[in-house]
């Protein structure tokens, strides 16, 4: 469930977790790209279907994080879904030129919405390795 190249929370102990559905290829692929822009290593890394999430962050919903991706910052404050891209546009030094496009999230909001809830069909998996992809055909 766990991408070994991806940075963890254990790696990165004083690092944003960025919270992702590792069960979905979209997402992994999208995640899978942020550490190059994390040149400053401010990220680490967790698929929501991890042991960990639940330890660390009980009050956390399961059902939710199969919605949006999250990141919780090092103060424990919560980014979901498009803020949590706009989030990452502000933190992560490579990526501040996309911060303007994503300042209203007018039009951002159910756009990343419809395309999480579509994730699983728009990657074209026919087979998934987890019950989770039923969920969102």
Request: aromatic share 10%; glycine share 4%.
């Amino acid at each position: 469930m766990s991408n070994p190249a991806l940075p963890s929370p254990v790696d990165r102990p004083n690092s944003d977790v960025g919270i992702f559905d590792g069960d979905c290829r979209i997402c992994t692929s999208q995640v899978s790209k942020l550490p190059w822009w994390d040149c400053q290593q401010k990220l680490s890394y967790l698929s929501l279907h991890d042991p960990l999430v639940q330890q660390r962050w009980p009050d956390i919903s399961h059902d939710r994080l199969m919605t949006e991706i999250c990141i919780v910052d090092t103060r424990g404050n919560r980014h979901w879904g498009a803020a949590a891209i706009r989030y990452l546009t502000r933190r992560l030094r490579r990526l501040c030129w996309a911060s303007p496009f994503l300042g209203s999230m007018f039009l951002w909001r159910p756009l990343y919405r419809w395309i999480a809830k579509n994730r699983y069909r728009l990657s074209g998996s026919e087979t998934c390795e987890s019950d989770a992809c039923q969920l969102h055909r």
